[in-house]
């Protein structure tokens, strides 16, 4: 069974901090990798995603990719109170659309 | 750009009463549209995905006749829940990308529908 697993945290980090989220994944076939942030009561949001290989970054995001160890992480630079919210990783294996989700991380990011 | 819209926003029913939530891609063409139900503090379970055109694949456990998809344009999928009971009480949430050929390509994620049933 392909599986995405992420701690549910909550994860606090004082704001201005740098928070790291992580999520490993079971099916080495997987080819892409989608961040989303989820706030309470709405639905996902797309932050970033990423195929290869390395860091790509995106304003105060930076997604890591790692294909070797089956592992994703997004680190959010310069935390602020607005980005407390629900973390889903996503991935979609080759040859196919569907998006296997991990059962998110929740980030507090404290004044 | 991407932008799915999910109507309505929130329903309040009987139980018994069938429910159609609309899913729309505004600014581009959906091969492939997907439906979510999510459940308080749980991560998106996969329903069904839509294809224009062809039938609906539906994830093991989920009942077709239940919930009806639709998907006859390549900008339009519905979902009818049929004879809607309290325990169909949840959020719904669908998705659009451009489909096989675009694997790379996110999906984008209509507003959600919180469906309660009385």
């Known amino acids: 069974q392909k599986e995405v697993e992420q701690n549910s945290g909550p994860l606090s980090v004082p704001e201005g901090a740098i928070a790291s989220l992580n999520c490993t994944y079971s099916d080495r076939g997987s080819q892409s990798f989608f961040w989303y942030r989820q706030y309470s009561g709405k639905s996902p949001e797309l932050i970033m995603f990423?195929?290869?290989?390395g860091d790509k970054e995106d304003g105060r995001f930076t997604a890591q990719l790692n294909k070797a160890s089956q592992y994703v992480s997004l680190l959010i630079r310069d935390s602020q109170p607005s980005d407390s919210a629900t973390y889903l990783c996503a991935v979609k294996g080759g040859g196919g659309n569907k998006l296997t989700f991990g059962t998110g991380t929740q980030l507090k990011v404290e004044l | 750009g991407a932008v799915v819209s999910q109507h309505p926003s929130w329903v309040i029913c009987k139980s018994g009463t069938s429910v159609k939530i609309e899913c729309r891609s505004l600014?581009?063409?959906?091969?492939?549209m997907f439906w979510y139900r999510q459940f308080p503090k749980q991560s998106l379970m996969l329903m069904a995905t839509?294809?224009?055109?062809?039938?609906?694949?539906?994830e093991q456990g989920v009942e077709k006749d239940k919930f009806l998809i639709n998907h006859a344009s390549l900008t339009l999928s519905t979902l009818t829940v049929t004879s809607a009971h309290p325990e169909d009480s949840s959020f719904y949430i669908c998705?659009?990308?451009?489909?096989?050929?675009?694997?790379?390509?996110?999906?984008?994620f209509g507003d959600g529908t919180r469906l309660s049933i009385l």
């Open positions: 600014d581009f063409q959906a091969t492939t």
């Open positions: 839509s294809n224009e055109g062809s039938k609906a694949t539906y």
């Open positions: 998705s659009a990308t451009l489909g096989v050929g675009y694997s790379n390509q996110p999906q984008h």
């Open positions: 990423i195929y290869s290989n």
